[in-house]
């Protein structure tokens, strides 16, 4: 048993590169020889394959970020009665003691269509943030590998994932506030608005511009490190499953075996985004329900404890949300037959200067 934990153990995000391809290298050496094959490195798509598009282009980038709205904007919206309920538990922990009784108090005050209460705004926001966060994570990711290089890409590969991801949400949670904002009003504040057309207006004729801004910095506590440990956690755990667990590469799976892949380290990623990411989600939920306080200021209110009210809900909300939102954003690019380069492997020149190949 622990013979096979082992590995897995050394695959996490933070083990030294050096480390990790010194014991590459000597399985490598341990094992047959084996016959000539032709690599592709992080950046690179196999020219034996139909692409619709070149990797790196303009339309690879364009259709990413439709893929990011797909993913983001449907599954984010069919959530919306379990975010619902867990937004509520965050701001009034003694009306809505858990996620079943709030659920029931939901029904039972405004009906079945209550649990539907800031569905637009979700929709609207959460594909904007879409288009940023999966558009530019691919932006990002080349960018910086290029400035890298190839040999330091590979290194450093889970570094430059974090670096990628954290650029990409700075940016979409800038698309993202103005209604998570609304959202959040519509659906923890009874008889403040219950569409998006009412709560908007009435939200700037209080504040200004500000109302919609002003969750800005905490979205970022929030969701910065969610997205870091969601694109780092997801590509080190794909790189693992095809490793460790699937029995063939990656190239000889089919198209719904990679994807079936791609939902499980998926849902993997989602409980530790979850989890990193929910005690500034209680601060944002309480700091858009109320006026004139900042982000500090509720934080020292609710307390260790507190911050951490409604984490079974969005464990179960994020881990299903992260899984569907991978598994939808590789569909679609299957769909446009957009290049999928596989798990990174070692340059041959790596190879050379470290003695790995005769």
């Given amino acids: 048993m622990f013979s096979s934990i082992a590995p897995l153990a050394r695959l996490n995000p933070f083990y030294a590169p050096h480390f990790q391809l010194v014991q590459d290298g000597a399985r490598k050496r341990a094992g047959p020889a084996e016959a000539p094959t032709t690599r592709r490195s992080l950046a690179a798509a196999s020219a034996a394959e139909e692409y619709s598009c070149a990797y790196g282009s303009g339309r690879f980038f364009m259709l990413c970020g439709l893929g990011g709205i797909i993913s983001c904007g449907t599954t984010h919206t069919a959530l919306v009665p379990l975010d619902l309920v867990k937004c509520r538990i965050q701001v009034d922990p003694q009306k809505y003691k858990s996620i079943f009784n709030g659920f029931s108090v939901t029904v039972k005050e405004d009906g079945v269509r209550g ?17 940023c966060k999966f558009g530019f994570y691919e932006v990002f990711k080349i960018l910086y590998g290029n400035m890298l290089g190839e040999e330091n ?3 450093w590969r889970t570094s430059l994932y974090l670096a990628a991801s954290a650029s990409a949400e700075f940016f979409a949670d800038i698309a993202l506030a103005p209604m998570e904002a609304a959202k959040v009003r519509i659906q923890t504040q009874p008889g403040y608005a219950n569409t998006l057309r009412e709560a908007v207006p009435k939200m700037f004729g209080e504040e200004g511009i500000w109302a919609f801004y002003k969750g800005v ?3 970022w506590m929030r969701q910065i490190p969610y997205t870091m440990m969601k694109f780092a956690c997801f590509e080190r755990t794909v790189e693992a499953l095809y490793k460790y667990v699937v029995p063939k590469p990656r190239s000889e799976c089919t198209k719904g075996e990679q994807l079936v892949v791609t939902f499980v380290a998926g849902y993997i990623a989602g409980v530790f985004c979850a989890i990193v990411s929910h005690p500034a989600d209680s601060v944002v939920s309480v700091l858009n329900k109320e006026k004139g306080s900042s982000a500090s200021q509720v934080l020292m209110r609710l307390g260790f404890k507190g911050v951490w009210k409604g984490l079974f809900a969005r464990i179960i909300m994020i881990g299903t949300l992260t899984a569907l939102q991978w598994f939808i954003y590789d569909s679609v690019k299957v769909y446009f037959r957009l290049p999928r380069p596989p798990p990174p492997e070692m340059p041959e020149s790596l190879k050379k200067k470290l003695g790995l190949t005769e």
Avoid: R
């Avoid at 649990?115 to 979700?122: I, S, V, Y």
């Avoid at 929709?123 to 288009?131: A, C, E, H, K």
């Fill in 115 to 131: 649990l539907a209460k800031g569905w637009a705004p979700t929709f609207i926001g959460y594909s904007m943030q879409g288009l």
């Fill in 217 to 219: 910095a905490p979205l």
């Fill in 153 to 155: 890409a590979y290194l």
